[in-house]
């Protein structure tokens, strides 16, 4: 028997037991997985057509295309562009006249076909209406003038391709700790490589240990990999002033200021930071109770360890490779000294 056919027998089973008086109409419907609604609704069905009301509905062979055609998809487009602040009721009343085409769409054919244009907002159809003004030559407006600035930045290359070249420089604050208090880091980067360096202070932050950093932490690295460090990348915060540029000067180290509200030109850092966080302090944080800002620093120093050395990392500079088989491609004796295995980093050097 056909599957139709036995559903068919056992709904009508169903029925017979509660017309015999057997069981109740909820007792019937609770042991067929029914709804009362369900149940009269079969029931009607089968007073009025018999045996034959009870086998499913058939379905269409072919559905009908409800979807809207091409052409009409495009009309819809460009009259919302030219009419950037009508709506879907005013743009389907206006395609259905014939000079625009007697197009039969309703409201809500033509809301859905601009909702997967990205239009289905009054603001994005005015500023697609700017694009489009901008291309053909017409009034370049505030908002497109800063989308094309945007792209410019985004665009930008940052870095350098010199190890030593370029080192940026960042500050990030973790948190104030009971009993400690507030725990700022100290953050640098290689433009070229990505080798990272972060010190942990506690207080507040200071232009002398910014300096501190530099010239205790990150210069003895460069020289001991026999590297010029060349410029240094900060942003406009007092901790980059006074004392750390003194120092700089003195190191024969250029400082280059990054422009305010442009985050951007110093995304090594910022990237970096946020890298620290993710992978290092959420975790950290959970598993051990810190009562010294030295033992965050120590912490640290051993997660930046694996970042230098173990992580590979996959930006279109690095390719995949660690930033210590490029900070020390030309000293590969020095990675031997430091207790690691030379046969599983491939120095790579990208100076030449």
């Not at 295309?65 to 495009?74: G, L, M, S």
């Not at 709506?87 to 601009?114: C, D, E, K, M, Q």
């Not at 350098?160 to 948190?175: A, C, K």
Request: charged fraction near 25%.
């Amino acid at each position: 028997m056909a599957p139709s056919g036995s559903l068919a027998r056992m709904r009508k089973r169903v029925l017979d037991r509660v017309a015999r008086g057997e069981v109740s109409v909820v007792q019937a419907c609770r042991d067929a997985g029914w709804s009362r609604s369900r149940f009269y609704e079969l029931r009607g069905r089968y007073h009025r057509y018999g045996e034959p009301g009870l086998l499913p509905k058939p379905r269409p062979s072919a559905r009908f295309d409800r979807r809207i055609c091409a052409p009409a998809v495009d009309q819809i487009i460009a009259y919302a562009i030219e009419h950037p602040t009508e709506g879907p009721r005013t743009i389907a009343a206006r395609l259905a006249l014939p000079r625009f085409g007697s197009w039969g769409v309703s409201h809500g054919g033509v809301y859905n076909v601009l909702r997967r244009a990205g239009l289905a907002r009054r603001p994005a159809r005015l500023a697609a209406a700017e694009a489009l003004a901008a291309t053909e030559g017409g009034p370049i407006t505030e908002r497109v003038l800063r989308d094309i600035r945007a792209q410019e930045v985004t665009r930008r290359h940052i870095g350098s391709d010199v190890v030593g070249e370029q080192v940026f420089l960042d500050t990030m604050f973790v948190g104030r700790l009971k009993g400690v208090g507030k725990i700022w880091q100290y953050s640098a980067v290689d433009g070229a490589c990505s080798f990272g360096f972060a010190t942990v202070r506690r207080g507040e932050k200071s232009a002398r240990a910014a300096a501190e950093f530099l010239r205790a932490h990150v210069l003895p690295v460069y020289l001991e990999a026999g590297i010029a460090l060349k410029e240094v990348v900060v942003d406009g915060g007092p901790e980059f002033k006074g004392e750390f540029t003194r120092t700089c000067r003195r190191l024969g180290i250029s400082v280059h200021r990054i422009p305010p509200r442009s985050p951007d030109l110093n995304a090594f850092v910022e990237r970096f930071q946020g890298t620290v966080l993710h992978l290092h302090y959420r975790t950290a944080f959970r598993y051990r109770f810190y009562t010294s800002a030295a033992d965050i620093d120590a912490d640290l120093a051993a997660w930046l360890r694996f970042y230098n050395f173990d992580r590979p990392h996959r930006g279109y500079r690095t390719k995949g490779r660690r930033p210590a088989e490029i900070f020390f491609a030309d000293a590969p004796a020095l990675l031997v000294m430091k207790g690691w295995d030379i046969d599983e980093l491939t120095p790579q050097s990208v100076r030449s």
